[in-house]
């Protein structure tokens, strides 16, 4: 019963069905919600660091209610899409009301898409694993699967790695240096890949290319249907989704480093290499995604039995609370600095 806390995962998509009905001041209301009133319920609520059980984490190990509250986003999301397509392309709303859905519908693309698809890549199951490359689809994001898992997971925490922010580095500065950074290194992941095995670009397997026609049909499709209108409003909604997932790759590892061994390698991924956070509501927001350390101790864990470590760097305020700080850079830095270990800044910030 313990995890009908997640069911409070589907709030966001509800806020955004809410505002496609009610329109008005009411497109906003997603926002709102996950920026405004989850942080405020961050900083009410206690902070939970409990880890479950031996028998709870044999019982959650095999298939499990939880995970279909994971495949359900496939519906939920595309639905969401269609609905918003739908009703700006066939109604007459102000630009403010455009704004809002256009938004909402890019946090739930970014929320309940690309975070559980980011969760059923790692799964070793060839279906949960295309349903999390297919929840990539509305963000134009597929590119995200092959880096993300052979990229990020061997880099993470190393200057080498796009989706590791630098020490005094702004969050807008990490958007345009990650995006662009990750799309080109998935590519050279992608070559690499098709060359161990012999085989050229047009190879059946190239699952970049695959990944671009994906893309870009699916955006054909959405102009016959919806015309021009509906192509920026999907374009629209597709960058607000992954400039969400960039921020939560800004907080995540932002300022922290591996150190380098004798030989030029670095140290192994360890518990001290991400920002954690054990706030309720976030943690719940996206499916234990702020147990982040564990995630990269373990990638294929399910995100039920991520654990809290106690050497982990926790952040001050949950992710949510973080992202919109983040927006502010003198005021990240001067909340976020003091809490980077010092043995991780950079020399010249230890010298200092």
Same mark, same amino acid.
């Given at each position: 019963?313990?995890?009908?806390?997640?069911?409070?995962?589907?709030?966001?998509?509800?806020?955004?069905?809410?505002g496609l009905w009610l329109q008005d001041?009411?497109?906003? +209301?997603?926002?709102?919600?996950?920026?405004?009133?989850?942080?405020?319920?961050?900083?009410?609520?206690?902070?939970?660091?409990?880890?479950?059980?031996?028998?709870?984490?044999?019982?959650?190990?095999?298939?499990?209610?939880?995970?279909?509250?994971?495949?359900?986003?496939? =519906?939920?999301?595309?639905?969401?899409?269609?609905?918003?397509?739908?009703?700006?392309?066939?109604?007459?709303?102000?630009?403010?009301? +455009?704004?809002?859905?256009?938004?909402?519908?890019?946090?739930?693309?970014?929320?309940?898409? +690309?975070?559980?698809?980011?969760?059923?890549?790692?799964?070793?199951?060839?279906?949960?694993? @295309?349903?999390?490359?297919?929840? =990539? =689809?509305?963000?134009?994001?597929?590119?995200?699967?092959?880096? %993300?898992? @052979?990229?990020?997971?061997?880099?993470?925490?190393?200057?080498?790695?796009?989706?590791?922010?630098?020490?005094?580095?702004?969050?807008?500065?990490?958007?345009?240096s990650s995006i662009f950074k990750q799309?080109?290194?998935? $590519?050279?992941?992608?070559?690499?890949?098709?060359?161990?095995?012999?085989?050229g670009f047009f190879s059946i397997k190239?699952?970049?290319? $695959?990944?671009?026609?994906?893309?870009?049909?699916? =955006?054909?499709? +959405?102009?016959?249907?919806?015309?021009?209108?509906?192509?920026?409003?999907?374009?629209?909604?597709?960058?607000?989704?992954?400039?969400?997932?960039?921020?939560?790759?800004?907080?995540?590892?932002?300022?922290?480093?591996?150190?380098?061994?004798?030989?030029?390698?670095?140290?192994?991924?360890?518990?001290?290499?991400?920002?954690?956070?054990?706030?309720?509501?976030?943690?719940?927001?996206?499916?234990?995604?702020?147990?982040?350390?564990? %995630?990269?101790?373990?990638?294929?864990?399910?995100?039920?039995?991520?654990?809290?470590?106690?050497?982990?760097?926790?952040?001050?305020?949950?992710?949510?609370?973080?992202?919109?700080?983040?927006?502010?850079?003198?005021?990240?830095?001067?909340?976020?600095?003091? %809490?980077?270990?010092?043995?991780?800044?950079?020399?010249?910030?230890?010298?200092?």
């Amino acid at each position: 019963m313990k995890d009908l806390k997640y069911l409070t995962a589907y709030a966001v998509p509800l806020c955004a069905y809410a505002g496609l009905w009610l329109q008005d001041i009411w497109s906003f +209301i997603t926002p709102i919600y996950a920026f405004v009133l989850v942080p405020i319920l961050e900083l009410i609520f206690p902070i939970n660091d409990a880890n479950i059980d031996e028998d709870e984490k044999e019982n959650k190990a095999s298939l499990h209610w939880t995970d279909f509250l994971l495949y359900s986003n496939v =519906l939920v999301v595309f639905s969401l899409v269609y609905f918003t397509l739908q009703t700006i392309t066939n109604n007459t709303l102000e630009l403010y009301e +455009i704004v809002g859905l256009i938004f909402s519908c890019g946090i739930v693309i970014g929320s309940n898409g +690309i975070n559980v698809a980011h969760e059923l890549g790692h799964r070793k199951s060839r279906i949960e694993q @295309f349903l999390g490359k297919l929840l =990539l =689809l509305p963000a134009l994001y597929m590119h995200f699967f092959v880096e %993300h898992n @052979f990229g990020h997971h061997l880099k993470a925490a190393t200057p080498e790695d796009p989706a590791t922010a630098k020490f005094n580095q702004t969050l807008y500065s990490f958007w345009f240096s990650s995006i662009f950074k990750q799309y080109g290194s998935a $590519w050279k992941i992608q070559m690499d890949l098709l060359k161990r095995e012999n085989k050229g670009f047009f190879s059946i397997k190239n699952d970049m290319l $695959w990944y671009s026609i994906f893309e870009i049909t699916y =955006l054909a499709v +959405i102009y016959g249907y919806f015309g021009l209108t509906g192509l920026l409003v999907a374009l629209f909604a597709a960058i607000s989704g992954f400039l969400l997932l960039e921020t939560i790759n800004y907080i995540e590892h932002y300022g922290l480093l591996r150190k380098k061994k004798e030989s030029g390698r670095y140290e192994r991924v360890r518990e001290v290499h991400s920002w954690n956070s054990n706030h309720v509501f976030g943690r719940i927001m996206l499916y234990e995604l702020t147990r982040h350390s564990d %995630h990269h101790y373990r990638a294929n864990k399910k995100f039920q039995l991520l654990d809290y470590h106690d050497q982990s760097p926790q952040l001050p305020y949950g992710y949510p609370t973080s992202m919109v700080l983040s927006l502010f850079p003198p005021l990240w830095f001067r909340i976020m600095n003091k %809490h980077v270990p010092e043995d991780q800044k950079p020399a010249s910030v230890q010298l200092g």
